[in-house]
């Protein structure tokens, strides 16, 4: 396949209220996108250092509501599909036509809302006109009776457009929350290899789970918890213990700060990282406390700075999340069925980054360095994979794989991933920066995987087998406790 293109830079999207042209956007919670599920609501906090407490004018009431009233968080960004809808239309298009036909439905009901709004403002006009006259009559001792009942018109029409806008306002979001990210223009159309390094092991190999034998108890591990659980034992829990602190040592020394995230999260969380509503079918939920396991710890590491304005000068802001990750595996019936390449419960080293959106282009290629600098350090030969856009998550711009030869299986599997989400993580999350002068403007986010614990572990055993079945390892992870040689175990 042809190699993919260099990213451009991303341009930078203000973060104004896209319903309200000059008002920051609203931090009102939009409707539950699940049934039963917490409603939207970005907490702010003071904090110090790189973070700065939004203040109530940074907040920003959309003064054209009026009474306090805000819509919920921004999804793309409505300005843009106001002034550029052919453009948009385009771009979504890539992913499918269905969604560029929503950028119409968008703008139908963008326009209903807009129509409401000035004549709502009209009669709260007319409404405060007639209370003044009604006051001046009453000290006048005039009779004040046709005044009453011309306001209670009024006001009765007003309640009448007041829900008219909030069903507006509903319908709005529901057919914006619908709509992905925008695809960079250089997201590829179909799935692209732009390099390969290291060379595929040939010849016959035996599998991870021949390699690892008891090390590796699948029937356990079905029997505790049913099919795509397992227990791992003796060298490879070393093995995995030593990968997770080799890879937050190697991202610490690129100023990734290592973090422990939960993972269990509220809804808002999985809504503002674009996880809902898109694969409402691959979380687990647990109803009675409101909670969700994560597939991720993207999730967590994204709501770190929810509801915030970082100061510019702190960018870039790195982390290192290390989490269990839970995934139900919804649709993979009968698909690597074998050992531990898709199982609903695995660690994993995950990389974030706040950023500003002129630099997202260039964080996304930094960080599919260091994924690469990664499995060559542990010898592992891989191909990068510039994804299909028809391909790509919900948030994601572009992304990248990492594929590791997989000798047992004779192909390249996705090991690592890495995407860049520009704005849209940060509009639903309210992730705001703030320059030396100037008004606070949309954060971009990017994730990439450093260490995908259980795949790793399949791409060593099988790709540093020997001909006894005995697995060398890499001295890199030696250092940090893994066996130097795990032995047959057959």
Request: hydrophobic share 40%; aromatic share 4%.
């Amino acid at each position: 396949m042809p190699s993919g293109g260099v990213l451009g830079r991303g341009k930078a999207t203000s973060l104004a209220c896209s319903l309200c042209p000059g008002q920051p956007t609203p931090a009102t919670p939009p409707p539950a996108p699940r049934t039963g599920g917490l409603p939207f609501n970005v907490p702010r906090r003071p904090t110090g250092g790189p973070r700065a407490a939004a203040t109530p004018s940074q907040r920003g009431t959309c003064s054209s509501r009026g009474r306090g009233e805000r819509l919920g968080a921004a999804v793309l960004d409505l300005r843009l599909i106001r002034e550029e809808p052919d453009a948009v239309r385009a771009a979504l298009a890539r992913r499918g036509e269905a969604l560029a036909a929503g950028v119409d439905a968008v703008l139908e009901l963008d326009a209903r809302r807009r129509t409401l709004l000035p004549e709502l403002e009209t009669l709260r006009a007319a409404k405060n006109q007639a209370s003044e006259e009604i006051a001046r009559a009453k000290r006048d001792g005039a009779d004040t009776a046709d005044a009453i009942a011309r306001m209670r018109e009024v006001g009765e029409r007003e309640k009448q457009l007041e829900q008219e806008l909030a069903g507006a306002d509903a319908q709005l979001h529901a057919a914006l929350i619908t709509l992905p990210n925008l695809p960079a223009p250089d997201a590829a159309d179909e799935d692209t290899v732009i390099r390969t390094a290291g060379e595929p092991r040939g010849g016959p190999a035996a599998d991870h789970l021949e390699l690892a034998g008891p090390l590796i108890d699948m029937e356990a591990g079905a029997r505790l918890s049913g099919s795509r659980f397992a227990y791992l034992k003796g060298d490879l829990v070393m093995l995995e213990l030593a990968l997770v602190r080799w890879a937050l040592e190697r991202l610490r020394a690129q100023g990734f700060e290592p973090v422990l995230p939960p993972v269990l999260v509220r809804e808002q969380a999985l809504y503002g990282t674009g996880f809902l509503p898109d694969t409402e079918q691959q979380i687990y939920s647990l109803p009675a406390d409101e909670l969700f396991l994560v597939g991720t710890s993207e999730v967590a590491l994204a709501s770190l700075h929810a509801g915030e304005i970082l100061d510019a000068a702190s960018l870039p802001l790195r982390y290192a999340g290390f989490s269990s990750c839970f995934r139900r595996e919804a649709g993979a019936a009968g698909k690597d069925t074998r050992g531990i390449f898709r199982v609903h419960q695995f660690d994993k080293v995950e990389m974030f980054v706040f950023t500003t959106a002129e630099e997202a282009a260039a964080e996304h290629e930094r960080i599919l360095a260091i994924e690469e600098s990664l499995l060559r350090e542990l010898e592992i030969p891989y191909r990068v994979v510039n994804i299909a856009v028809g391909d790509l998550g919900s948030s994601a711009a572009k992304k990248y794989d990492c594929e590791a030869w997989l000798p047992g299986q004779e192909r390249y599997r996705e090991l690592t991933s890495c995407s860049n989400t520009t704005d849209f993580q940060a509009r639903r999350l309210e992730i705001r920066v703030r320059a030396a002068s100037g008004r606070p403007v949309t954060a971009a986010t990017l994730n990439g995987t450093a260490v995908a614990v259980g795949r790793t572990i399949i791409a060593l055993l099988e790709n540093h087998q020997r001909e006894d079945r005995s697995v060398a390892l890499p001295a890199c992870l030696v250092e940090f406790g893994a066996p130097a040689v795990i032995p047959p175990q057959s």
